[in-house]
């Protein structure tokens, strides 16, 4: 229960700190070659935005949703 329970506590914590400290170079590198990209570079119009603005508008039933998987999961 240790191993997990400082696993979370350093993804919750580390993770957004070294987001922080790279900032917009974290863009820098290509993850995806840029033939499979989408079409669009409008970061407006990306399945990531979308899912963050549903987070940010309904952050208790997005909670209770992935509270309800990660339970399935542990039984």
Known sequence: MLIPAV???AAITLLPA???L????INSLRVRPRRLVE????????????????V???PV????????I????VF
């Open 61 to 68: 039933p997005v909670a209770a949703v992935g509270l309800a």
């Open 7 to 9: 696993s979370v506590l």
């Open 18 to 20: 070294l987001l922080y």
């Open 22 to 25: 790279l900032g917009p170079r």
């Open 39 to 54: 079409g669009s570079d409008d970061p407006e119009r990306g399945f990531w935005n979308r899912w963050s603005r549903l």
């Open 56 to 58: 940010v508008r309904r």
């Open 70 to 73: 990660v339970g399935v999961l």
